[in-house]
């Protein structure tokens, strides 16, 4: 049942259960041990002003043939749980993690709650009139007094169950972009182009602990990977970044490399952009340049490769007759 129930005084609900047919059958009401669900419209009359036997007397004055009933029977084996059926095993539970205090109270409330089991919590009545559902309803005290206290109960633990995950989730987070910085910080870290070989470096940096478990290796790496692929992101932003403010000036940047002889001895076109790329590299503290900011700088003219000297062909003057 879902219908809101008027909490009165102390009261043998189980003996109003079994009063109610008798009282319907003198008003020539059929009684019916079943209550409709969901009512559309429908009114609640309040147990201080119609009693349970005047209740009955109403529903045949406004002509209702059928009274239907019914009654709640208290469980105190789910009265109050705080564990959920997908925890998993190896994790200590929410109420493993209860401190002493909080879980002597738990052990109170499920005495308390056993010693109500089998008995009837709340009864219901209801009658048609005009289309309209009529309902009355009476909750044992002692049901309500014990759930406030539950709901008090699980809303202050199962609160710190969610504080204690937020703050964990927290601190990961914390750890993550502390790993990343430290990653995007490092030099070699900018100038890798593999994600192989910057989970190399990340994994040297950040070795797993030596006596950890299984779970404990995986959360880990996941955490590492997690960090690494923070810090590319990092790198990348930066390094376009740095590129796009070089490329301001492209001339004075391949000046500046043509000056310093950068390119001395290099004869083919891999061999002067492996140069130029190590220096851009060291220049901007360890960016890679990109392939275009690359390609574009090397068509400035202090770097473009001088031209071969076509050599001239002297052919052998042809013998005199």
Not at 112 to 130: H, K, L, P, S, Y
Not at 132 to 159: C, I, K, S, Y
Not at 236 to 257: K, P, S, T, W
Request: charged share 30%.
């Amino acid at each position: 049942m879902s219908i809101p129930v008027q909490h009165t005084n102390a009261v043998d609900l189980r003996k109003l259960v079994e009063q109610i047919p008798a009282w319907a059958s003198e008003r020539g009401l059929n009684p019916l041990a079943a209550v409709p669900e969901k009512p559309g419209r429908h009114v609640l009359l309040e147990d201080e002003l119609v009693n349970a036997e005047a209740f009955i007397g109403l529903a045949h004055t406004c002509g209702a043939r059928v009274l239907y009933y019914d009654s709640e029977t208290f469980t105190a084996d789910t009265f109050i749980l705080l564990d959920t059926d997908d925890e998993d095993d190896e994790c200590p539970t929410i109420e493993e993690e209860l401190d002493v205090e909080a879980q002597r109270e738990l052990k109170r409330l499920r005495r308390a709650a056993q010693t109500r089991d089998g008995q009837i919590t709340a009864v219901v009545m209801c009658f048609m009139a005009e289309g309209v559902a009529h309902f009355w309803g009476r909750e044992a005290p002692w049901h309500t007094e014990l759930g406030e206290q539950r709901d008090e109960f699980l809303q202050l633990h199962r609160n710190s169950q969610a504080a204690r995950d937020e703050d964990d989730r927290a601190r990961t987070t914390a750890e993550v972009e502390r790993i990343s910085a430290e990653l995007a910080g490092n030099p070699e870290f900018r100038a890798a182009t593999k994600r192989s070989h910057h989970l190399d470096i990340a994994a040297n940096a950040y070795p797993p602990p030596s006596d950890g478990d299984d779970e404990q290796l995986e959360e880990h790496e996941r955490l590492v990977r997690w960090a690494v692929n923070q810090a590319v992101v990092a790198v990348e932003v930066a390094a376009r970044r740095v590129y796009a403010g070089y490329e301001r000036d492209l001339n004075a940047l391949a000046q500046e490399i043509a000056a310093a002889r950068i390119l001395d001895g290099a004869t083919t076109i891999a061999a002067r952009s492996l140069l130029i790329s190590e220096h851009l590299t060291a220049k901007s503290g360890g960016y890679t340049p990109p392939k275009r900011f690359l390609d574009l700088l090397m068509l400035r003219p202090p770097l473009r490769k001088p031209p071969t000297a076509a050599r001239s062909v002297m052919n052998d003057p042809l013998p005199l007759d």
